[in-house]
């Protein structure tokens, strides 16, 4: 009992991890500069 629950805690903590490196990758790579611009974009005549 009480080993799986440290179990669920460590795979949790790491899935948390995971998931905030990817946000900050993301970040990084510059996915959140302009969020005002592609509800836009259809709107231009190419």
């Known amino acids: 009992m009480e080993e799986s629950l440290i179990l669920?805690?460590?795979l949790s903590g790491a899935l948390g991890l995971a998931?905030?490196?990817v946000f900050l990758w993301a970040v990084k790579r510059g996915e959140f500069e302009d969020p005002e611009r592609p509800k836009?974009?259809?709107l231009d005549d190419e």
């Open 8 to 10: 669920l805690i460590v």
């Open 19 to 21: 998931c905030w490196l």
């Open 40 to 42: 836009y974009r259809m």
